[in-house]
């Protein structure tokens, strides 16, 4: 009897998923304007606490999307990695430039680095601001 209740816990729990699924690239629409998710150096998506992932064609879309829900249900946010396309890091400890010598698919130019030495470097060559997660918050007026 141990055993089957035993058994039907890791089934139960390993269906609870704490990490977000992975992007289909050219597949999957962003959850926030529907474009089709292509560009691996500028998307994002967040997990809510639940489980569910919410993916996004560009960071811009994620935090537009922020707007019009409640931050605390979200568990993660992550952004993709400009130097290191289709990977994931922690929004919270990204760095960001906004430069208009760098494109993103929605158009605010708004490109996210996993470390602030790499985002500084690319400032150098491309000019624009560089922000924190929280300075990006206010500049797009999402409340905390």
């Known amino acids: 009897m141990r055993t089957s209740v ?10 609870c998923r704490n990490t977000p699924k992975p992007i289909a690239y ?3 629409g962003c959850y926030y304007c529907s474009m089709t998710i292509v560009d691996k150096q500028h998307a994002a998506q967040f997990m809510t606490k639940k489980g569910r992932s919410y993916a996004f064609d560009a960071s811009e879309c994620m935090l537009n999307h922020l ?13 993709n990695d400009y130097n290191a396309p289709g990977e994931v890091v922690d929004a919270k400890k ?7 010598n760098i494109p993103s698919p929605m158009g605010e130019f708004l490109t ?9 470097y690319a ?3 491309n000019q624009g601001e560089l922000y ?3 300075e990006l918050l206010g500049r797009f007026k999402v409340g905390n």
């Open 94 to 100: 990204a760095t960001y430039l906004i430069s208009k």
């Open 67 to 79: 707007k019009e829900i409640d931050k605390s249900t979200v568990a993660q946010f992550l952004v």
């Open 132 to 134: 924190t997660w929280s």
């Open 123 to 125: 400032q150098k060559g």
């Open 26 to 28: 050219g597949a999957e």
């Open 112 to 120: 996210a680095f996993s470390k602030l030495e790499e985002a500084e």
């Open 6 to 15: 035993f058994v039907f816990i890791v089934i139960i729990l390993s269906g």
